[in-house]
Each structure stands twice: as structure tokens, then as C-alpha cells.
């Protein structure tokens, strides 16, 4: 990965300083931060500096309700790698904690971006705010970058050309749905869940099923049930496989699991890193009569997974 991680903003070197930036959370990365990026790009080439994003870890809202549900869309590893492959430099990837909420706008723009990073350029989207109770505003960040000495650029809104919302909320809902089709078209991406692969209960052997389990405790819940997928494994290759995704109503279980077969493929992978897209929605969860019940509907999802991935 060519991206260099950065994760504070103070004690920072000449080098790490001095980008045009991205700013906001970014979770997803979708097509709609694409556009503020693409801003922020504009204005390192013009500038002939480095382009860089600021993003917040942990997300500003997991700070303040620290009880909703997982509601992320990517880790920290999965944004750097999806803004490696914009062709951003660095991402500046801050703690989001209580010295940082407790910042007033005026605070943040001085002693983050412009101290701390050393910012020639921000580019936020239509709807940034920032600062303690959200009171900057872009309007008021261009004011600010005119007294510290920094140009900012103001996004606006960018729907798809047949009415597509591109936010991050509308990710969500087309992932509850189960509308992998429209989670795609918004993220530019099939959606994806990265994790270690652990021990189960290994009752998939028992039906020639052997399973890749992994715990997905920082993800929003996608709609529960069999999706066709596709995993990429630490040395890169990709394996084709279908995926049960919930809390497996036959066995149940109290947090959510995805669970993979991965078509064709017999080798360890406890406790290796894998990133599985959920390519397709076949069915919602369902409970069967018992074990062979359950391996011919799974043989019949196994069917379907394979002709949607080709």
C-alpha cells in the first residue's frame, strides 16, 4: 500500500504536513466522497502538493451515542486501502475523543488543519460541520481557511443521473434491504466485511460444508441471510463462495455471524484475515427440519451463487 497512515496531528514533520485535503468521515467511501475527493485532487495538482484525507477514528457518533448499534460500513484498513486506490497520499486519520469534540470550530480549523496539518486546501461536502455542538459550517470554514491560509472547496450534493442518493445513509438502507445492487451503484464497490476467520462449532464438516467464520462486531447488520460472495485471501487470491450472514435460526447463536464456503478450496484459515464482498442476496435465513433438509437448500444456494458469479 503506497498510502501513508497518519494518526494525530500533533508532533507532525515538516514532510507529513502541507497537503490539500479531504475532509469529513468517509465511511464507505462512496461515490459521493469520491466527488469531495476528486475536489481535494484538483487542488494538490494545482497546488502541486500531496493529497490527502482526514477522516475521525472512531466515528464522531460512536463518541457521543456510544450505545447504537454497529452502524460502520468499513474499518480503518478497508478506507485506506479504498483511498490507496484514488491515488491519495495520506490519510490523516485522527482520534476522534473528548479533547476533540470539546474543540470549538475556530479551534479545530486553527489548531487541527491548520496547525497541526498544515493545510493548503480543504474540500468538504455541502453538509460538513464541525466543531464542538457541529457549529462550523463550510461557509464558516471558508472564512476561516481566508484568515489562516488555506483555500477550502464546497461539494454539492451529487445524486446519480437517475436519481440515486449517494450518502452513506443510503448505503444502509439498500444493505438492510438486502439491495446489493443499488449498496453497490452507491459505493462504486460491492460491500465488503474484513475480519479474522475463528473457530465455530465446525458442523458445516459434518455435511461436506466446511465454513470461514467471522465475527463482525464494528459492521452495521446487513439483512440477514445467504448472500453469493466473493473473498479475498491474505496472498490475494479471490475464491467464489456463498455466505450465510445472521444468527443461523436452526443453531442460534447471539451475535451475528458471517459464515463462508468457499467453492473449491480446502485449506486453513483460522486466524488469517480475509475481506468477503457480498456480491448478491439469494434468500433471508431460514429453519429446516434437520441437517440433510438443510444441505439441499444449501446445495441449491451453492447453485445459485455460482451462476450469478460467473
Known amino acids: 500500500m503506497a498510502i501513508e497512515v497518519i494518526r494525530d496531528w500533533r508532533g507532525l514533520s515538516a514532510s507529513q504536513k502541507g497537503a490539500a485535503v479531504a475532509v469529513g468521515a468517509f465511511d464507505g467511501v462512496h461515490r459521493g466522497h469520491q466527488a469531495v475527493i476528486a475536489s ?76 497541526g496539518l498544515g493545510i493548503k486546501h480543504a474540500a468538504v461536502g455541502f453538509d460538513f460541520t464541525f466543531g464542538k455542538g457541529r457549529s462550523g459550517s463550510p461557509d464558516l470554514l471558508t472564512q476561516y481557511g481566508q484568515r489562516l491560509g488555506f483555500s477550502v472547496s464546497v461539494t454539492e450534493r451529487k445524486d446519480d443521473a437517475d436519481g440515486l442518493k449517494l450518502s452513506s445513509s443510503a448505503v444502509r438502507e439498500a444493505l438492510k434491504a438486502g439491495d446489493m445492487t443499488r449498496a453497490t451503484a452507491i459505493l462504486g464497490r460491492p460491500f465488503a466485511i474484513e475480519g479474522t476467520v475463528i473457530h465455530g462449532d465446525k458442523r458445516g464438516r459434518t455435511i461436506g460444508i466446511p465454513t470461514a467464520n467471522i465475527a463482525m462486531p464494528a459492521y452495521m447488520r446487513p439483512a440477514y ?72 437448500q444449501i446445495d441449491e444456494d451453492a447453485r445459485q451463487a455460482r451462476a450469478i458469479l460467473g
Not at 459464515?259 to 442476496?281: G, K
Request: overall charge negative; aromatic content about 10%.
Open 40 to 115: 481535494a485532487r484538483k487542488a494538490a495538482d494545482e497546488l502541486a502538493v500531496p493529497l490527502g484525507v482526514v477522516s475521525f477514528h472512531p466515528h464522531p457518533r460512536r463518541l457521543f451515542q456510544p450505545d447504537v448499534a454497529p452502524f460502520g460500513l468499513m474499518t480503518p484498513e478497508q478506507m485506506a486501502r479504498a483511498l490507496d486506490v484514488l491515488g491519495v497520499d495520506r490519510l490523516y486519520l485522527l482520534p476522534f475523543d473528548r479533547e476533540m469534540a470539546s474543540l470549538t470550530d475556530e479551534a479545530f480549523a486553527r489548531e487541527v488543519l491548520s496547525e
Open 225 to 296: 441471510g445467504v448472500y453469493a460472495t466473493r473473498t479475498r485471501l491474505p496472498d490475494g487470491r479471490v475464491v467464489n463462495g456463498v455466505a450465510n450472514l445472521g444468527i443461523r435460526p436452526m443453531y442460534e447463536i447471539e451475535d451475528p455471524l458471517l459464515e463462508v464456503w468457499l467453492f473449491d478450496f480446502d485449506e486453513s484459515l483460522y486466524d488469517q484475515t480475509v475481506e468477503t464482498e457480498l456480491v448478491a442476496f439469494l434468500r433471508g435465513e431460514m429453519k429446516f427440519d434437520g441437517l440433510d433438509a438443510l444441505k439441499v
